[in-house]
């Protein structure tokens, strides 16, 4: 069979490495030229935080080593007041476990270069569909030469929020969408070595809660940090001129001043991002062409696991395909079946990490909150763990994870009433 695989980034070229496994002709087709030449494309990195799900994933093809050759461990997180100490809160109980910051052009070029590797893989760049035949397989392709034509018995579209492959559906009246944009965008900025060393501390994910928006900041192998810009939308356009930028950070964002000597500069040309959560239905037809990753289920960063999502998006398919005997009629419907409800959770569980990260993890309330539930883990350890575990550290599905955490909660929420009625009994004895 000849399978086609439309867009080369991280879902793409990791699906096209388990096909490739399975025996299968794999044409991968871009509409970039090979990002593996030239520059990275600027502010448009978002650094991703691989964590279990992902890793298992690039496990079962033995490309792990390999490819987080070049990632950063985070246990934590680096919460940046305005005034005050810096405060680390580590995400496990027992402080071992880290998600691994990497680079999306990192990461995508080693996935590509594994890809383009795998025998039965060809890569075709500077392809951008625009024409799709669904039910025959038929695709017409833009190129510098000219549109030419392919056809495939298996369309798979893995090209990403602004997927072309779910336009042609919609406009085949196939697949219905709704795309919930988030009132926010995103802005890139850079903090450079210092003297050859981090200007932070590499081991901890840096954020800069400042209750409507923040930023955050993740480590880079050179030594330094990609930091990213989460501010309501129009925000941006209110800071104009050098002046108003400096004293705006110099007032909102203070310690990193003198960490990013590139900041107006990166500040007045890097572009603005928008963040918004993908909802499709269905995301097959006719049981041989199919959306995966964000092209059907895009979600916001802010759980970091949009990519981890996609990878367990491709280990499920890969599931299918070996429960079906590798058809690809029977598997592309229970692929949709089986994931559906975990992608829509963790969506849900993202924008709420959001509201996390922004609001709260600055609180008083917050951190004790983090210490009771960590020392419920440690008394109760496999039968009580955090959502944060859960979703980073296991490949519990998400679902699941979204109704363990509610069971759980409550008895958080039991647990800190009794410490309070207990207080409060302490305190009378006392007067």
Request: charged content about 20%; hydrophobic content about 45%.
């Amino acid at each position: 069979m000849k399978i086609a695989i439309v867009g080369a980034g991280l879902t793409g070229s990791l699906l096209a490495c388990f096909l490739a496994r399975r025996g299968l002709t794999v044409t991968l087709y871009e509409h970039r030229p090979d990002p593996r030449i030239g520059p990275a494309e600027r502010g448009r990195s978002i650094n991703l935080a691989i964590s279990e799900r992902g890793l298992d994933a690039l496990r079962r093809i033995d490309l792990v080593d390999q490819v987080m050759a070049d990632a950063l461990p985070m246990k934590g997180r680096m919460i940046h007041p305005v005034e005050g100490p810096l405060d680390f809160q580590q995400y496990s109980a027992a402080g071992d476990r880290a998600i691994n910051s990497i680079s999306r052009g990192t990461l995508n070029n080693a996935l590509l270069t594994a890809a383009s590797e795998a025998p039965g893989v060809t890569v075709e760049f500077e392809h951008r569909l625009v024409e799709l035949d669904s039910q025959a397989g038929r695709m017409v392709f833009a190129t510098p030469s000219g549109k030419v034509s392919a056809e495939a018995d298996v369309v798979l579209g893995a090209d990403g929020a602004g997927s072309a492959v779910r336009e042609q559906l919609l406009a085949e009246g196939i697949v219905a969408e709704d795309v919930d944009f988030l009132d926010y965008g995103y802005k890139e900025l850079s903090i450079p070595a210092a003297d050859g060393e981090f200007a932070l501390d590499p081991g901890a994910l840096h954020i800069w809660p400042r209750g409507t928006s923040m930023m955050i900041a993740l480590p880079n192998p050179d030594r330094s940090f990609t930091c990213t810009l989460f501010w309501p939308a129009g925000s941006f356009d209110a800071l104009i001129s050098a002046p108003e930028i400096e004293q705006h950070f110099a007032q909102h964002y203070p310690d990193l001043v003198p960490l990013a000597p590139d900041l107006v500069d990166d500040y007045l040309n890097n572009p603005v991002g928008v963040l918004g959560t993908v909802h499709t239905l269905p995301w097959q037809a006719h049981g041989r062409t199919a959306l995966l990753g964000d092209a059907a289920h895009a979600i916001v960063p802010f759980y970091g696991q949009g990519a981890n999502c996609a990878f367990e998006d491709v280990v499920e398919l890969d599931r299918c395909l070996g429960d079906t005997g590798g058809s690809w009629a029977r598997a592309l419907p229970l692929f949709e079946a089986r994931r559906r409800e975990n992608t829509e959770a963790i969506a849900e569980m993202a924008l709420a990490n959001f509201v996390e990260m922004r609001d709260k993890v600055a609180s008083p309330v917050f951190r004790l909150t983090k210490r009771i539930e960590h020392a419920l883990e440690r008394a109760l350890p496999g039968r009580y763990v955090s959502r944060y575990e859960l979703v980073s550290f296991s490949t519990t599905p998400y679902a699941e994870v979204r109704q363990r955490v509610r069971r759980q909660h409550q008895i958080l929420g039991a647990v800190i009433a009794g410490a309070g009625v207990v207080a409060v009994g302490l305190l009378r004895r006392r007067r």
